[in-house]
């Protein structure tokens, strides 16, 4: 049921890979317009959404709590303290690797029944379980790719797609 959004998930994660490979490690916490998200949030985001997809097919997260916090859903752009990049990077490569495992063992049923994610447009368009996985390895993952993808536009660095 979930084949091709893992797939597509495949595409993110490499997506990634080539668009953090050039940043300098000192631009990671950089913001680089007004209201924009620096490298850093992002990358915490994206960790912490496969959390998310793990918890939702049933199985333990594997971020460190703390991370919920400071990179969660309302949560502040400004990241002062906290992982470093390379840390949040081995947290998303390591959360994919488990998320690749757990979907595929997601029961049927499991993936019908309705979520708790109060937010609306996630009810309204992902409604159930399987719903919002897919939307958590596809459209979720590159809305947060292409805020990267200006990032590094507008901090000179070039397209890498």
């Not at 994919?96 to 979520?115: D, G, I, N």
Request: charged share 15%; aromatic share 8%; with cysteine.
């Amino acid at each position: 049921m979930l084949e091709i959004p893992l797939a597509l998930f495949e595409f993110n994660l490499e997506y990634l890979r080539l668009q953090v490979q050039d940043i300098p490690s000192e631009s990671f916490s950089q913001v680089a317009f007004p209201a924009g998200k620096p490298p850093l949030w992002i990358l915490g985001h994206l960790a912490i959404a496969n959390d998310f997809t793990l918890q939702l097919v049933g199985e333990p997260a594997a971020c460190p709590k703390e991370w919920h916090a400071q990179f969660g859903p309302g949560s502040s752009a400004e990241v002062t303290g906290g992982p470093a990049a390379e840390e949040l990077l081995a947290g998303i490569w390591r959360g994919a690797e488990l998320v690749k495992q757990a979907v595929p063992r997601a029961t049927a049923e499991r993936l019908a029944q309705k979520h708790s994610v109060p937010m609306k447009q996630l009810i309204r368009f992902t409604p159930t379980v399987g719903d919002l996985v897919g939307h958590l390895l596809t459209t979720h993952f590159a809305t947060h790719l292409g805020q990267l993808s200006v990032w590094r536009r507008q901090m000179g660095l070039p397209s890498v797609f």
